[in-house]
T-cell receptor, first 113, second 111 residues
């Protein structure tokens, strides 16, 4: 059984650029959630994808968008990067929408200069 | 709105001492509460959830709806308990798996 894998592990961008982060869910899991964790804070919910559609969204602007693919993997896209977007982005999968036990990936650390 | 508060950023205890990590929440409905833990160089992982009513690694947590608290307790701390602990709340199912996390408490168990 493979866990949640995320790529890249680290990346550096400049303000105004765009970034795509990728996540492969754990085997048998069809739901993917994304969280942003700023330094010294707890994770904040960005959105969740189930059956390739957004199924719940936190308090993040539209420049944060995502996709889920038929194999349940997912992407997080952030446009027009701002300095405050610097954070650890965590992907978590679960066996079904509404199931609250999440399996987290190791995260992608984004630095915006 | 959902909110989770962990009032202590850092909790330092000696090995063998009791531990209590505090968690208070704000939610108008019937929440589901969790404790997640992150050991050094490891991923965030579930420690326990209130509906399971079980003890994991000697830790227990009781949901107190009157005080809106879900404190994590262990009678005798071990050095391997040193980690970052996050309390989390899940509210309306319409928000999917939206978990609201607290800011976390770093537990340091000294020898």
């Amino acid at each position: 059984e493979t866990g949640v894998t995320q790529s890249p592990t680290h990346l550096i961008k400049t303000r105004g650029q765009q970034v795509t982060l990728r996540c492969s869910s754990q085997s048998g899991h069809n739901t993917v959630s994304w969280y942003q964790q700023a330094l010294g804070q707890g994770p904040q919910f960005i959105f969740q994808y189930y059956r390739e559609e957004e199924n719940g969204r936190g308090n993040f602007p539209p420049r944060f968008s995502g996709l889920q693919f038929p194999n349940y993997s997912s992407e997080l896209n952030v446009n027009a990067l701002e300095l405050d977007d610097s954070a650890l982005y965590l992907c978590a999968s679960s066996p079904q929408s509404g199931a609250n036990v999440l399996t987290f990936g190791a995260g992608s650390r984004l630095t915006v200069l | 709105a959902q909110r989770v508060t962990q009032p202590e950023k850092l909790l330092s205890v000696f090995k063998g001492a009791p531990v209590e990590l505090k968690c208070n929440y704000s939610y108008s409905g019937s929440p589901e509460l969790f404790w997640y833990v992150q050991y050094s160089r490891q991923r965030l992982q579930l420690l326990l959830r209130h509906i399971s009513r079980e003890s994991i690694k000697g830790f227990t947590a009781d949901l107190n709806k009157g005080e809106t608290s879900f404190h994590l307790k262990k009678p005798f701390a071990q050095e391997e308990d040193s980690a970052m602990y996050y309390c989390a709340l899940s509210g309306t199912p319409r928000a999917g798996n939206m978990l609201t996390f607290g800011g976390g408490t770093r537990l340091m168990v000294k020898p």
